[in-house]
């Protein structure tokens, strides 16, 4: 009876009808939230469809500095979230022990069941889940694997030599994200995968995690439909989940590992001890939970930074020299039997300062880092917001405030490092590892890597792009991630001591 009533009602009234909804939806959206005061683009304020399209069209952190130089330090960017970019936000949000917002959620590889250190959404548990893992991220332990590093960033340079010397272009992109890779590999599981010696992207890890990355910082805004989809565990099983090349890798180095005689008191050691002393702390779960988030963040991110520098210091002659003629000054003129070392690298203050600004200038995490106000609701800026409402912070946004990092913010000027008073100010709000206890807990790993690489091939090439007048490509999905920018290497001439 009353399906017949439905059925005899035409189809007019039922579009009629679809239509006020949709349109009291969009007004009570809009209008009736507890943050319909803060100025933002109309389409964002009741649909994820606008930071969705910014996503695709893969410059978020571009919108996000024109939007907040036009709209002021709080501009909404969703149906619940506003973007900060108030230099209290540091503090009152980034180190306040607040919980993620549910946008993370879709780091669960390969599955909703398997949540790891990026993935874990609550704050108390995280703190739990980060102390357990800790000492295998310490920069003491980083340090003890450096000359395996070392054998890596040689074998890098082989690959270097043997295309320059048939002058082929070389992409850095690829081989700094192998290097990378290569790295995670040895310091987590005491072997590296292989990316730098074969010269190839093993399992495609490399072209599959790009393509995965617009899908996950799609997803993330609808990370129900994931879990319920692409993101179950009945995928997983039966190997179809998007990420599993990641959990595969992951699953084989752990394998790989089991019959490697050669194992070392490596991060995977170190987290294996912490469980077998603290049973009840710690699940077995998280061990490997650990080591795919090392896989998933760790090599992108690296290779990311590294490109910056090596980009704009060839984009900024005068800065080029002067780090090549500091370490001419600091390490001699060679020759030169072995890659520099990171006490070498880390006294060389003016390359230093250029990492830093390619830290600040181009940082690899390029969306808002989303936080969820908690009970009792916080106030920033003037403006109380709720319990509930999701409040990001967007590195790249601080990294352009002329405020925080002098008027010529938008230049690449590693010399605003040079002066540690004003350094000491800047670096509160540098903003590239994250801050407070989620910040990266890669960050000794990631900065040893650079300093490294970066000491050693200026040192050892002149390098120059193909065609110096074509830009680099990259875009932010939550990594800015640049390629299509090959070089030419060529071996510096080798000097003999004066
Ligand atoms: C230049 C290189 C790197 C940059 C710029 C970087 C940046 C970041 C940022 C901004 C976050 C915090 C995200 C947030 O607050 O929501 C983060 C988290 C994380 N990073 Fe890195 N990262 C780098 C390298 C690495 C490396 C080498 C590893 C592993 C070996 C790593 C592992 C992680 C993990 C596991 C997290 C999640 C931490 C948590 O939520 O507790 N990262 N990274």
Redesign the pocket.
């Known amino acids: 009876m009353l399906l017949n009533l439905l059925l005899n009602i035409p189809i007019s009234t039922w579009a009629i009808t679809a239509a006020i909804t949709i349109l009291v939806i969009i007004l009570k959206r809009r209008y009736v939230s507890p943050i319909s005061d803060i100025p933002g683009p109309l389409l964002a304020s009741f649909s994820t469809l606008w930071q969705v399209y910014h996503l695709i069209k893969g410059h978020t952190e571009e919108e996000m500095i024109k939007l907040h130089k036009k709209m002021g330090s709080l501009v909404r960017v969703g149906i619940n979230e506003v973007s900060v970019s108030h230099p209290d936000a540091v503090e009152l949000i ?1 180190c306040a022990d607040l919980d ?1 917002g549910r946008w ?1 959620g879709v780091f669960c590889f390969p599955d909703f069941n398997h949540i790891n ?2 993935s ?1 959404l609550n704050h108390g548990r ?1 703190l739990q889940k ?1 102390r357990n893992v800790a000492t295998g991220y310490a920069a003491s332990k980083i340090n003890g694997s450096e000359r395996y590093v070392d054998a890596i960033l040689e074998e890098l340079e082989s690959q270097f030599d043997r295309l320059s010397t048939s002058n082929s272009p070389i992409e850095l992109d690829r081989w700094f994200n192998f290097f ?1 890779f290569d790295v ?1 590999g040895e ?1 987590t599981f005491s072997k590296a995968f292989g990316f730098v010696e074969t010269g190839t992207d093993i399992r495609n890890a490399i072209a599959n995690t790009r393509a995965l990355a617009l899908y996950l910082a799609i997803m993330g805004h609808y990370v129900w439909l994931h879990n319920l989809t692409l993101g179950h565990p009945f995928l997983s099983r039966i190997g179809l989940q998007p990420s599993s090349h990641i959990f595969d890798t992951c699953l084989a180095a752990i394998d790989a590992r089991k019959h490697n005689p050669e194992v070392r008191n490596d991060m995977m050691e170190q987290w294996l001890s912490a469980r077998r002393k603290y049973p009840d702390l710690m699940e077995e779960s998280e061990v490997f939970g ?1 080591a795919v ?2 896989i998933g ?2 090599a992108d ?2 290779s ?2 590294l490109q910056a520098l090596f980009y704009y210091l060839l984009r900024n002659s005068k800065y080029l020299k002067k780090v090549r003629d500091e370490i001419e000054a600091v390490l001699g003129r060679g020759p030169y039997e072995s890659v520099v070392s990171f006490e070498d690298a880390s006294k060389l203050s003016y390359l230093q300062a250029c990492i830093k600004e390619s ?1 600040r200038y181009h ?3 390029g969306t808002g ?1 989303s936080r969820v106000v908690p009970a009792g609701g916080l106030s920033i800026d003037g403006h109380h917001f709720t319990e509930g409402v999701i409040l990001s912070v967007n ?1 790249w946004v601080f990294h352009r405030n002329p405020a925080l990092f002098g008027e010529d913010c938008n230049e690449f000027n590693p010399e605003r490092w040079l002066d540690s008073e004003r350094a000491a100010q800047m670096n509160h709000y540098l903003l ?3 801050a407070g206890s ?6 000794h ?2 900065h040893f890597e ?1 300093s490294k690489v970066a000491a050693t091939l200026l040192r050892d090439y002149d390098i120059e792009q193909v065609d110096p007048e074509t830009e680099w490509t990259f875009e932010t999905h939550f990594t800015a991630v640049p390629y299509n920018w090959p070089c030419r290497l060529r071996r510096r001439p080798k000097q003999q001591h004066a």
């Open positions: 980034l993620k993370y250190l990026m874990e995280h980060s990378a995670v310091v650990a988030a090392n963040a760790g991110t690296t990311a930074t830290y940082s690899a995490t880092l590195p590239h590892w994250g989620r910040k990266c807990p890669g960050r790993l990631a650079i």
